[in-house]
């Protein structure tokens, strides 16, 4: 490199040299109106490096990173994390626009302002520079009084990126906060609501949940992603919704119930649609112009509503409400059938006590491709590992 375009520079350090550097500085670049930075220069003559270096010592910034050899640039700027580069573009090896093409590659430095300083003044390399995504031009020789307002410039706008990525930063995990703590509130009230039901009969708020969990681990068994095996568990907490409208005469009666009292408990499917869907009762629709509002926008309780409407149907169309039968029955509705059976039969109720696990499986089997889906069965036989732990964990009276 022709170091003669810079300005005379031996003696560096002479009196003279730094008289001119001083008696070139404006007066609104004092040290005391400076913006703090971390500035990397590359150059491959040292001298240029300190005269800059000079220059912007003169104005209160003290933090540099320098190299005279470009293939350690890309190195230092990704392991140093500069907020400014003063950057040469005729040196050895590496050329300064290779390093700023490399530079804005990466996204995790692309945004640092890249100040190109250049003797030449061919119009093709200024051209290349910007299109490469240089932040500005500086001409040799050097002036201060070109080289530090460009600095403070670039270093205000690099200040206002990084504020505006740390407020993205600060927003993302607030909104990521209140996300998860909305999906926890949704939770609670689905189990609430779940419990409302439960309670009148005298089961557990475990009941619910373990259905949920069991239904959660067929849907994923089946091939349903994370987040719709998760949606699935929680709607299925709330298959029972509808015993809420259920008599206590009917609910804890010990032993069978005669055909006009299983009439009135089947209709706890149609009760709990209605809930969860939020529709409004024959009285209300009268008075009512706008039904539509009423209907809800949670894809849980959507899927809440068709589970408790079709939980009792059967593969073989004997079941309740609609006599439903195969894949007429919505898969949701399949999957829950099994997860309560089991619970039911595993579990202890005013009616009956709790069944071992094998007696409980040597049932279900009994009923595959009558009163469950072959699939759905299989899948949940295929987990029995996890069903187990499941029972075990959220047990009341479990029969293991």
């Known amino acids: 490199m022709n170091t003669s375009t810079f300005p005379p520079a031996a003696p560096p350090a002479s009196a003279a040299t730094v008289g001119i550097a001083r008696s070139t500085f404006p007066a609104n670049t004092t040290a005391s109106s400076h913006v703090a930075g971390r500035v990397m220069i590359v150059d491959d003559e040292p001298i240029n490096i300190k005269l800059i270096q000079k220059f912007l010592k003169g104005s209160g910034y003290d933090d540099f990173i320098t190299t005279t050899d470009s293939r350690e640039a890309i190195a230092l700027v990704q392991a140093e994390s500069p907020d400014i580069i003063i950057l040469d573009v005729m040196m050895p090896h590496v050329s300064g626009l290779d390093i700023l093409r490399e530079v804005r590659s990466q996204p995790s430095i692309a945004h640092l302002p890249v100040l190109i300083v250049t003797a030449s003044t061919e119009e093709e390399i200024k051209i290349e520079a910007l299109e490469l995504g240089a932040t500005d031009f500086l001409h040799k020789p050097v002036k201060p009084t070109e080289l530090l307002p460009r600095v403070r410039n670039a270093l205000l706008v690099k200040a206002h990126h990084d504020q505006m990525v740390a407020y993205s930063r600060r927003l993302e995990a607030e909104v990521e906060q209140r996300t998860m703590d909305l999906m926890q509130s949704r939770e609670e009230v689905i189990h609430v609501l779940a419990c409302a039901a439960e309670y009148r009969d005298q089961e557990t708020g475990n009941h619910v949940i373990r259905v949920g969990r069991y239904a959660g681990l067929i849907a ?181």
């Open 220 to 400: 994923k068994k089946l091939g349903c992603s994370e987040a719709d095996s998760k949606l699935i568990e929680l709607a299925a907490i709330l298959h029972d919704a509808g015993k809420i409208g259920i008599s206590d005469l009917i609910l804890l009666k010990p032993g069978k119930l005669t055909d006009e009292e299983f009439d009135a408990m089947k209709l706890h499917c149609e009760y709990g649609e209605r809930i969860l869907k939020a529709q409004p009762t024959e009285s209300s629709k009268q008075s009512s112009t706008r039904e539509d509002q009423t209907r809800t926008r949670s894809p849980v309780l959507r899927i809440a509503a068709v589970i408790a409407r079709s939980h009792h149907e059967r593969w073989n169309g004997k079941g309740y409400p609609d006599g439903l039968a195969g894949d007429e029955i919505p898969l949701v509705g399949r999957i829950t059938a099994v997860a309560d059976v089991f619970d039911a039969l595993s579990s202890k109720r005013c009616y009956k006590d709790a069944m071992p696990i094998a007696k409980c499986i040597e049932i279900m089997k009994s009923e595959r491709g009558e009163h469950f889906d072959p699939k759905v069965l299989d899948a949940f036989l295929d987990s029995m590992d996890e069903v187990i732990e499941i029972a075990t964990d959220l047990a009341d009276d479990f029969a293991g």
